[in-house]
Every structure is written in C-alpha cells, then in structure tokens.
C-alpha cells in the first residue's frame, strides 16, 4: 500500500494493503505526521483483512475521517484524479473512520460475499476465528450491516456494491455527523429537553426549559475559550433559524461566552413551541457586519422526534391556564 500525506492533513492510502499497512501507519501517527483528527482517503480493492481491521482500528483511536479518494496530481502533468475503489479490507478500514463520507462521484465502495471470511484459511477454524473478529470489530466501530447480510451471503456477484443513500440511511456513514442524542425530564416545574450533537467541526447543544409562564431556548456550541472570545468578538447579531427560517433574532447582544462555549439564550414563545413537533431542523449562529461571518450549528431533528413531543406534552401540563389558552386559540 501506498501512503501520501498532503498539508491538510490529507492522508490518502492506495493500492493493496499489505499485511505491514498498519505498522508503516503507526509509526507515522506517532511521529506526529498524520495527526488526531486527519482525512483518510482510501482507495484499495484488495488486500490483508486483518490489516484492515488493524488500520480501522488506529483511524478510530485517532478519531480520523474516512473518504474514498485519489490522490490528486497537477493537470499539467496529464494526471487527473482517478476513481477510487474500496472494497474488503479498505471497506472495513473504512468503517473505522469516526466521521465516515458517503462516496460521491463514480467513486465505490463493497463488499464481496463471505469477505468476513479469511481466502486463505478455507472451512476451517481459522475461518471462523477471522468471522469473530470481523464481528467483533463492526460491534466496537457501532456498525450494523444486518440489513445487507442476506446479499452477502447469498450473492453469486464478485462484489455487492454500496450506495451512497444505503449507507447514509443505515449508519454506515454519518457525513461528518454523529447520532444526535436527547435527554429529557418531563416533571413539573421545570421539564427540559436537552439535544446534545458532537461532529467534526465539535460539540453543540440545545436546551428547550419550560417554566410556568415562559419557555427558554439556549444554545451552547463548545469551540474552545480562546475560540469563543473571538467569535463573540466579532458578533453584532445573533439568532436561532427553524427549518432555515431566521427567527428571535437580537442586535448588538444575546450572545456570550460561558466557559469554553459560545451561548446564545433567548425566551421561546409558547405559543410556536407547536411548531417544533413538525420542524426539520433548529440552529443557532452568531452574524457579523456582512454575510461574509457567520458561525452555528444546525441540527436534524427528525431522530428526537420522539423525545420533542414528550418534551412538549410535559410542558403544555405545565403551563398555567392562560397560556393553555391562549395556545389553544393560536391552533
């Protein structure tokens, strides 16, 4: 295997990966040359299995970004990128990313039928010990590929290709995001429902309070201290966006720094906390002078569907009468 590290970081591993792949990649992640956090592009259509295993393993530890990719040379020299081609042993490396790109382009990643399964080793006990540890490894990566075990073990193709839609909608890969999770407490006087996202850019947070009369929205996006000053810094505008729709938006103040987090709080009329049952998405930014700053998150909020209309349940119980009402006539 072939290794190639840009300035990025851009790390791209091409051709076979040899049985040695993980122990050059080692030594050069303890040298500081690929460092935590760096883009892995992966393009290999055979190689060791267990090497693979080995490499997902070290890109988990490092909490590193798989893609699919060729390097990229200079057009002038007559050399474009190529397609890139994974399948086994860079499919399973692969999986190791913590952050995982769908392939775009004519780019392909798959698997071939009983790849869990050492060539070499035959029917043997061998076999069934390479089957564990790929089980094994998928488990610790939190990577399920029961929906595509039928095919895998029943398809007579040389490899069982995998789309970029099938990958996103079963977890293989997260497009820079991980799953979002929420907590809530549902019980009077104060239900909160809290929305917590980490991706690669860091960590962000919503929490919706529900106390009797009001509702509070604040948002907490963890960049480091020295990161938020300056964010803030620069902040003349701040505001929250529903479905990308600017909403409860505040000139020259609303946003601070607590900590290491820039926050931006604001009251949360509830009256449109109905609206949340069915929005897409909620963010939260902090604007400059011109539309060239501009510094949030925004989060999915299909996956806590479930959770957000607890939460909202738990806070219509809450609330006193003349809200109820007044919430009433508004739907």
């Not at 060539?119 to 595509?148: C, H, I, R, W």
């Not at 620069?234 to 601070?256: C, I, K, M, P, W």
């Not at 900590?259 to 109905?274: F, M, W």
Request: charged residues 20%.
């Amino acid at each position: 295997m072939t290794l190639a590290i840009t300035k990025v970081p851009q790390v791209y591993l091409y051709g076979v990966i040899d049985a040695d792949a993980p122990q050059r990649f080692e030594a050069l992640v303890r040298s500081g040359k690929i460092p935590r956090g760096s883009d892995i592009y992966l393009s290999s259509p055979s190689g060791d299995l267990r090497a693979g295993l080995a490499l997902g393993r070290l890109f988990r530890a490092g909490a590193m970004v798989t893609h699919l990719g060729t390097p990229r040379r200079s057009l002038r020299s007559g050399y474009a990128n190529k397609t890139a081609f994974c399948v086994d042993a860079c499919t399973y490396a692969y999986f190791g990313g913590l952050y995982r790109w769908a392939p775009t382009g004519f780019d392909r990643i798959g698997l071939s039928p009983h790849s869990a399964m050492d060539p070499k080793a035959g029917d043997t006990a061998q076999a069934q010990q390479t089957s564990n540890d790929v089980a094994s490894y998928l488990t610790d990566m939190d990577v399920d590929l029961g929906e595509f075990t039928p095919t895998l073990t029943t398809s007579h193709d040389a490899v069982v290709w995998l789309t970029a839609d099938q990958m996103t909608a079963n977890g293989l890969a997260n497009n820079g995001r991980l799953p979002l999770t929420a907590k809530t407490v549902l019980l009077p006087p104060m239900p909160t429902l809290e929305l917590n996202q980490d991706d690669r850019h860091g960590s962000h947070r919503l929490v919706l309070q529900c106390r009797p009369g009001n509702v509070t929205l604040t948002a907490y996006d963890f960049v480091g201290k020295t990161r938020a000053r300056e964010i803030v810094s620069h902040a003349t505008r701040s505001y929250f966006e529903v479905n990308q729709q600017e909403v409860l938006t505040e000139q020259h103040d609303g946003v601070s720094v607590v900590d290491d987090a820039v926050v931006i709080t604001r009251p949360y009329p509830s009256t449109e906390l109905v609206d949340l049952l069915s929005a897409h998405t909620i963010g939260a930014w902090a604007g400059g002078r011109t539309s060239a700053f501009r510094y949030g998150f925004t989060i999915k909020l299909y996956p806590a569907r479930d959770a957000i209309k607890d939460y909202y349940n738990a806070c219509w119980r809450a609330a006193p009468w003349p809200a109820r009402q007044k919430a009433a006539k508004a739907g």
